[in-house]
């Protein structure tokens, strides 16, 4: 098992910094091209923000009509307006780390949204083209990471900008010499993914830690737990099919060979001992523990291929839902959950869930004498959607509820019954583009 080491430094580094330390310089590093920071700029992204409940305390700033900041780089000059007056077109679509909130990149800005109760917090539309491509919120502080996007991007689409809404404008940025693919925030830390390197910096300074090479990842799959404690960050491997887990704390890294295809989607619980694997043939999803890649569980899609959009564990990690481009929301009823791995006592209701749905397994009959991660198992509840479009999932903080987003513009709130599954009941619809449907 191969042993880790910072990049930048012979210390392993912290990984409770100061939130209060301002930007330092940055080595240079023959795929990152500069950074450039603010160093007045930077506040406390720990400690302000949203609450917790969705209510009216939120520390984001309101936008006048229009003004211009301009800050001591010249390339994070901004041109900020609010405006209400035509329907934008999506560019993407994420959920915060807690899925309370989401984020959505249009091609002339960015909006966020509290999802319960549904409403727009509060949205930023640029001057100048303005698209975003890339929105990643940090829970529900005023720090954001910005990529440009779309025919006429706000920002190159090689940079990561560092966004504080206090100030309304950018205090820092990362350049790369490729386009980046996904941005992943934690209270601590920045990972930024290219499409065959993936960089871990820490989030005071932007002091380069780690770096990763890894596949072709055009869709910049990388995942990162978020407990303070423990770093845990998954990742594509060098091979077709393995991914690679990185434990920070521990100073381990694990490889191992999820699928056969190539690897299409992840998801990773808060505490980073659950992932989800899903490949490029999308009929199975998988579930492993990534301290060791046992593979734990093995879930049925459905029979055709599929691509497989979007992944989400519960809170609990008691149940997983699954979006693909056959347009079907899927939950699954897990075995294990992150508190227990070992236990091979299973939750009372994915008991209950799984004897519903026993006859979809086609080695049900025998799931008692071949070990359970033979046995692929259908999902408990499912919600219909229009088929080719793209949808991403989350758990609502309400009980046995699902939040869907899709790049339509739409938001689902559903409901499962954990005992008797089958098709989920829609609580609530909104269209998030729609000025009508801006609160």
Same mark, same amino acid.
Request: include cysteine.
């Given at each position: 098992?191969?042993?880790?080491?910072?990049?930048?430094?012979?210390?392993?580094?912290?990984?409770?910094?100061?939130?209060?330390?301002?930007?330092?310089?940055?080595?240079?590093?023959?795929?990152?091209?500069?950074?450039?920071?603010?160093?007045?700029?930077?506040?406390?992204?720990?400690?302000?923000?949203?609450?917790?409940?969705?209510?009216?305390?939120?520390?984001?700033?309101?936008?006048?009509?229009?003004?211009?900041?301009?800050?001591?780089?010249?390339?994070?000059?901004?041109?900020?307006?609010?405006?209400?007056?035509?329907?934008?077109?999506?560019?993407?679509?994420?959920?915060?780390?807690?899925?309370?909130?989401?984020?959505?990149?249009?091609?002339?800005?960015?909006?966020?949204?509290?999802?319960?109760?549904?409403?727009?917090?509060?949205?930023?539309?640029?001057?100048?083209?303005?698209?975003?491509?890339?929105?990643?919120?940090?829970?529900?502080?005023?720090?954001?990471?910005?990529?440009?996007?779309?025919?006429?991007?706000?920002?190159?689409?090689?940079?990561?900008?560092?966004?504080?809404?206090?100030?309304?404008?950018?205090?820092?940025?990362?350049?790369?010499?490729?386009?980046?693919?996904?941005?992943?925030?934690?209270?601590?830390?920045?990972?930024?993914?290219?499409?065959?390197?993936?960089?871990?910096?820490?989030?005071?300074?932007?002091?380069?830690?780690?770096?990763?090479?890894?596949?072709?990842?055009?869709?910049?799959?990388?995942?990162?737990?978020?407990?303070?404690?423990?770093?845990?960050?998954?990742?594509?491997?060098?091979?077709?099919?393995?991914?690679?887990?990185?434990?920070?704390?521990?100073?381990?890294?694990?490889?191992?060979?999820?699928?056969?295809?190539?690897?299409?989607?992840?998801?990773?619980?808060?505490?980073?001992?659950?992932? +989800?694997?899903?490949?490029? *043939?999308? !009929?199975? =999803?998988?579930?492993?523990?990534?301290?060791?890649?046992? /593979?734990? @569980?093995?879930?049925?899609?459905?029979?055709?291929?599929?691509?497989?959009?979007?992944?989400?564990?519960?809170?609990?990690?008691?149940?997983?839902?699954?979006?693909?481009?056959?347009?079907?929301?899927?939950?699954?009823?897990?075995?294990?959950?992150?508190?227990?791995?070992?236990?091979?006592?299973?939750?009372?209701?994915?008991?209950?869930?799984?004897?519903?749905?026993?006859?979809?397994?086609?080695?049900?009959?025998?799931?008692?004498?071949?070990?359970?991660?033979?046995?692929?198992?259908?999902?408990?509840?499912?919600?219909?959607?229009?088929?080719?479009?793209?949808?991403?999932? +989350?758990?609502?903080?309400? *009980?046995? !509820?699902? =939040?869907?987003?899709?790049?339509?513009?739409?938001?689902? /709130?559903? @409901?499962?019954?954990?005992?008797?599954?089958?098709?989920?009941?829609?609580?609530?619809?909104?269209?998030?583009?729609?000025?009508?449907?801006?609160?």
């Amino acid at each position: 098992m191969a042993t880790l080491s910072a990049v930048s430094s012979a210390s392993w580094p912290n990984p409770n910094p100061s939130p209060n330390s301002t930007f330092l310089s940055q080595q240079s590093h023959p795929e990152q091209s500069s950074v450039v920071q603010d160093p007045t700029a930077m506040r406390q992204h720990q400690g302000t923000g949203l609450s917790g409940d969705g209510g009216e305390d939120e520390s984001f700033s309101s936008s006048p009509n229009h003004h211009t900041v301009q800050s001591p780089n010249s390339n994070l000059r901004e041109v900020v307006s609010y405006s209400t007056s035509s329907i934008p077109s999506l560019l993407h679509i994420s959920f915060n780390q807690d899925h309370g909130c989401f984020a959505a990149g249009t091609d002339n800005g960015f909006r966020i949204y509290n999802c319960d109760p549904f409403r727009e917090i509060f949205r930023r539309d640029f001057d100048r083209g303005g698209g975003i491509g890339v929105v990643e919120m940090l829970f529900r502080c005023n720090i954001l990471a910005l990529v440009g996007g779309g025919p006429e991007p706000q920002y190159p689409l090689n940079k990561v900008m560092i966004w504080d809404d206090h100030q309304s404008r950018c205090i820092g940025e990362l350049s790369f010499r490729s386009e980046v693919r996904a941005v992943k925030l934690r209270r601590d830390r920045i990972v930024v993914v290219l499409e065959q390197k993936i960089f871990l910096y820490n989030f005071a300074d932007l002091k380069l830690l780690h770096q990763i090479e890894t596949i072709a990842n055009p869709k910049g799959l990388c995942a990162v737990s978020q407990l303070t404690a423990s770093l845990v960050l998954v990742c594509p491997g060098l091979q077709k099919g393995y991914v690679r887990v990185e434990h920070y704390a521990s100073r381990r890294t694990k490889f191992f060979l999820a699928h056969d295809s190539r690897l299409a989607c992840f998801a990773l619980t808060t505490d980073g001992q659950l992932l +989800a694997t899903a490949s490029t *043939k999308g !009929t199975l =999803v998988r579930i492993y523990n990534t301290s060791d890649g046992t /593979r734990l @569980q093995e879930l049925r899609r459905g029979a055709d291929r599929a691509e497989v959009y979007s992944m989400a564990f519960s809170s609990t990690a008691q149940w997983l839902a699954v979006s693909s481009d056959k347009g079907t929301v899927h939950v699954f009823g897990l075995k294990v959950n992150s508190g227990s791995l070992g236990n091979d006592k299973s939750r009372g209701a994915s008991d209950a869930n799984l004897a519903v749905t026993s006859s979809g397994s086609s080695l049900s009959f025998i799931k008692g004498v071949l070990p359970k991660y033979f046995s692929s198992e259908w999902s408990v509840a499912q919600f219909r959607l229009h088929e080719g479009s793209q949808y991403i999932v +989350a758990f609502g903080h309400q *009980k046995n !509820t699902v =939040v869907i987003l899709g790049m339509d513009g739409s938001f689902y /709130r559903c @409901q499962f019954d954990p005992v008797t599954g089958g098709e989920m009941t829609q609580l609530e619809y909104h269209n998030f583009l729609k000025p009508e449907e801006a609160f």
